[in-house]
Each structure stands twice: as structure tokens, then as C-alpha cells.
């Protein structure tokens, strides 16, 4: 069964107004979650790591006041892509790290479309 | 700067041939390195993890890893043309707490 969970699997909105993913850790407590994204054709790349307690660490690039991340609990991390624009579509992919493990688990994927 | 480098391919296989999916990475750090297939659309599926020198073989899937060479690849015996898909790298330094470095993917057909 699945381990992690995301929510929605797709969404459309309007450029401008803002759009909040979940992710779930369904089988064990996260310490620690990953947000991916893909655009088409391209490969998965790391937006910014989720610490469970601790303020997110984003990677050279990603806005963090853009993509606000909260790790809300040992089994929830929500991304909210604020005022989204039409360059922000993409899927949007998260992972669940173990821990002391080295297991990493994807979530179901989300695809943004902003009109 | 870490980086992951696959050949996008295509690659085409005929259906019950050995596909050879290879791999570089930049990073000498790395300690963890793993295999994705990804269906279009869809998020990635874990294959294969392989952490030592050497080959591990799971059923049809066989990872071999080089990192004196900084080396890594995937071989499907026997293919079908379910593994049809995008195959793709990915490294870490290892544990659960550091995310992946992904390579772009090889895009792979079987052919029946």
C-alpha cells in the first residue's frame, strides 16, 4: 500500500492566487520530507528539505517566500505555492526520509496548472 | 555544483534483450545511489539502491556500482515492454535525511 500520500493529485487556479499541497506519511512518523519538481520533459529537481520542528532549507534558487513550507507534524508537510503564475505549472512531487534509515518514498505527484 | 549525467536516449531494446542503463555523478561524497522508473505522468517508482562497489541483482534487475569511476548502472534481463519508461539516477550522501540529485532520465522502449 502507500507510504506517502499527497493531496491533490492535480489543481488548476488562477494566476495570482495561491495553492497548498499536502503530504502525508501514511506507514511511519517523517522526520524529515523533500518537495520536487518536474517540469515536463525535465528531471526531478529538489526544492527544499522539511524538518520536522525546524524551518525549512531551500535549495539555491527556490524562492522560500514563494514556496512556504510547513512541516506540520511527524506525518504532514504542506507546500503553498503563493501567487501562482502560469511559469509556476509544473508536478510537484514530495519524499519521505526515514529516520536513521536511508529509505526514501515519493509521493503520488501533484500537477499544478495556473491559468 | 553536484550533477548526474544519463544518455535521454531513446534507447530501443528488442522485447527479451538485456537493456544497459548508465549513469555518472559528479559528486565524490556520494554514498547512496538509486534506480527509478518513471511512467509518464506519474511519480517515480524505486527499482533498485545500491551502496556498495559491486553488482545486486533483485529478479531481473542487476545495479552495479563503480565509485572509483563514478559509475553506475541499471541492466533488465528478459525485457518487456512494460519497462518501458524513463529510467532515472539518483544520488545522496546517504541517510534518510538528505534528498536526491536526479539525472535526467533515459527514456527506454521495448520493442515487442
Known amino acids: 500500500g502507500a507510504v506517502v500520500s499527497q493531496h491533490p493529485s492535480w489543481v488548476i487556479c488562477k494566476s495570482g492566487t495561491s495553492v497548498k499541497i499536502e503530504c502525508r506519511s501514511l506507514?511511519?512518523?517523517?522526520?524529515?520530507m523533500f518537495w520536487y519538481r518536474q517540469f515536463p520533459k525535465q528531471s526531478l529537481m529538489l526544492m527544499a528539505t522539511?524538518?520536522?520542528?525546524?524551518?525549512?532549507?531551500?535549495e539555491q534558487g527556490v524562492e522560500k517566500d514563494k514556496f512556504l513550507i510547513n512541516h506540520a507534524s511527524l506525518t504532514l508537510s504542506t507546500l503553498t505555492v503563493t501567487s501562482a503564475h502560469p511559469e509556476d505549472s509544473s508536478f510537484y512531487i514530495c519524499?519521505?526520509?526515514?529516520?536513521?534509515?536511508?529509505?526514501?518514498?515519493f509521493g503520488e505527484g501533484s500537477w499544478l496548472t495556473v491559468v | 555544483q553536484k550533477e548526474v549525467e544519463q544518455n535521454s536516449g531513446p534507447l530501443s531494446v528488442p522485447e527479451g534483450a538485456i537493456a544497459s542503463l548508465n549513469c555518472t555523478y559528479s559528486?565524490?561524497?556520494?554514498?547512496?545511489f538509486f534506480w527509478y522508473r518513471q511512467y509518464s505522468g506519474k511519480s517515480p517508482e524505486l527499482i533498485m539502491s545500491?551502496?556498495?562497489?559491486g553488482d545486486k541483482e533483485d529478479g531481473r534487475f542487476t545495479a552495479q556500482l563503480n565509485k572509483a569511476s563514478q559509475y553506475v548502472s541499471l541492466l533488465i534481463r528478459d525485457s518487456q515492454p512494460s519497462d518501458s519508461a524513463t529510467y532515472l539516477c539518483?544520488?545522496?550522501?546517504?541517510?534518510?535525511?538528505?534528498?536526491?540529485?536526479f539525472g535526467k532520465g533515459t527514456h527506454l522502449i521495448i520493442q515487442p
Open positions: 545500491i551502496y556498495s562497489n
Open positions: 539518483a544520488v545522496n550522501r546517504g541517510g534518510g535525511a538528505d534528498g536526491l540529485t
Open positions: 559528486d565524490r561524497g556520494s554514498q547512496s
Open positions: 519524499s519521505v526520509g526515514g529516520k536513521g534509515g536511508n529509505t526514501i518514498y
Open positions: 506507514d511511519f512518523q517523517a522526520t524529515t
Open positions: 522539511s524538518n520536522e520542528g525546524s524551518k525549512a532549507t531551500y
